[in-house]
């Protein structure tokens, strides 16, 4: 099969971690991988230790893209450079002051950026398109493939995987990892944009075979939009994978905060790990924790909490305005983006994971990849969410500490986290988030495609929205 990826490793973030494990565990369900990714993808967060886990045998074919991005990306990178190097660095934080010709040059990108959008459509990765769908045709023709499955952001790598197949008649699965058209942390297209997204989205839809999505929110609004199409969508959702845990797993903690000495005078250890795009989760967890910390003063001495991952510079600017000691600066710290084996050791000697999403429109559809590798690694989970997909799946495996996207929510859960036992038994016992299992449910997924074979292309696609 040809798998049609932007993110791959040497990349990094959570985006990589469904493609490299599908990618890691098809070839034990009869299907051998060739992935097709940029050579030089513009975007910056590197994890190069995610190439052990990719096979000896694995077939990568790298090719060129024209990413206008990538000056930008650059810049970034060298400011980055000039943060670390930078003795005004505030290590709490991970923000250094900057100077300013290297705030003109922000500017400036930003301005390239305004420059080539209109350009770029569907996205920033759309030149590409037609690298990749012409590596993709050689390798078919010289060694033919069974099937084509491509994996969105960017969207761009459905076209890839469109044109494919155009050529080629090869069934098709379209994996949205998240939503194209209402993206809950996406601004709302408008006008011309609009029209165009929605052009090509339900073009996607109608050309795929069959579509994937990660949890039952985000398909259920694309079986709303596109009902006639709805036989041919499933859930697959994130997961974890056991071999990245360290063994064995599960609560650190020996008993109840309070109940002994040893356990009392511990810091009790929360961590978040993941990117932090959103501009509502980061302030509403912080005042919160203000906010009982101030109630309860004792807290201050028995909790650390932990950020691990990327943050935008709005919640840069919020994390520093909280730094201070007088403040949260004695509880809370943000150590920036990690490789994922040190993302998941951090994981693993917490005493509670953190997941927050914001109450806000279409968020409740939004699970967050990190949720299901917590559950894997069986530590309590403090989750601030709305009522939707993240809370279903808490509910289902009776797991975790639920609390209101609030301030107040904020607080009454942090407390509970701290006064209550850690749970002592499996998260997930059956296995359901297991991704060995994962992979298993796509590969049948692709023998059922294959099986049912391709409607010929000759009278061209189909309606919008309308299953083949």
């Not at 959702?237 to 599960?250: E, I």
């Amino acid at each position: 099969m040809l798998v049609i990826a932007y993110y791959f490793p040497p990349l990094g973030g959570v985006g990589v971690q469904r493609t490299l494990k599908y990618v890691k565990y098809l070839p034990e369900n009869g299907w051998q991988p060739v992935v097709i990714t940029p050579a030089r993808p513009a975007y910056t967060v590197r994890d190069a230790t995610l190439l052990n886990e990719l096979q000896a045998d694995l077939q990568v074919e790298r090719t060129g893209s024209f990413e206008p991005a990538r000056l930008p990306a650059a810049v970034e990178a060298f400011l980055s450079r000039r943060r670390l190097a930078s003795s005004a660095t505030d290590a709490h934080v991970g923000q250094a002051t900057t100077s300013l010709p290297a705030r003109l040059l922000t500017k400036s990108m930003i301005l390239w950026n305004r420059v080539w959008a209109p350009f770029l459509f569907p996205d920033a990765a759309v030149g590409w398109v037609g690298a990749a769908s012409k590596r993709g045709l050689q390798v078919h023709k010289r060694a033919p493939v069974d099937a084509i499955y491509s994996t969105s952001g960017p969207v761009s790598c459905h076209l890839v995987a469109r044109k494919i197949a155009a050529r080629t008649g090869l069934p098709w699965i379209a994996d949205f990892r998240d939503p194209w058209i209402g993206n809950a942390f996406n601004s709302k297209p408008r006008g011309l944009n609009a029209y165009r997204q929605r052009r090509m989205e339900s073009g996607i839809v109608a050309w795929a075979d069959r579509l994937i999505f990660p949890t039952q929110g985000v398909m259920k609004a694309y079986a709303e939009r596109y009902p006639l199409a709805s036989a041919k969508m499933l859930v697959i959702p994130n997961g974890y994978d056991v071999a990245d845990f360290p063994s064995p797993v599960g609560p650190v903690r020996t008993g109840k905060s309070g109940t002994d000495g040893e356990v009392a005078s511990r810091r009790f250890r929360l961590v978040y790990a993941g990117s932090l795009y959103g501009e509502q989760e980061l302030e509403i967890f912080l005042k919160g924790l203000e906010q009982v910390a101030a109630r309860r003063p004792d807290i201050k001495d028995r909790l650390d909490v932990e950020f691990v991952g990327w943050l935008t510079a709005a919640n840069r600017r919020l994390a520093a305005g909280y730094a201070d000691s007088n403040r949260l600066g004695s509880m809370v710290r943000f150590s920036g983006f990690v490789p994922h084996a040190e993302a998941i050791r951090k994981e693993a000697e917490a005493d509670g994971l953190l997941q927050i999403i914001a109450d806000d429109p279409r968020k409740g559809e939004v699970q967050g990849g990190k949720l299901m590798e917590y559950l894997g690694l069986d530590k309590q989970i403090l989750a601030i969410v709305p009522e939707g997909v993240a809370r279903e799946v808490l509910r289902e495996l009776d797991w975790g500490i639920l609390a209101d996207p609030t301030p107040d929510g904020v607080a009454v859960g942090i407390e509970r986290l701290i006064d209550e036992p850690p749970p002592t038994r499996r998260a997930d016992p059956e296995g359901r988030y297991d991704r060995v299992n994962l992979a298993a449910r796509l590969a049948a997924y692709l023998d059922d495609a294959v099986a049912a074979g391709r409607s010929a292309r000759g009278a061209g696609p189909p309606p919008a929205g309308e299953p083949r």
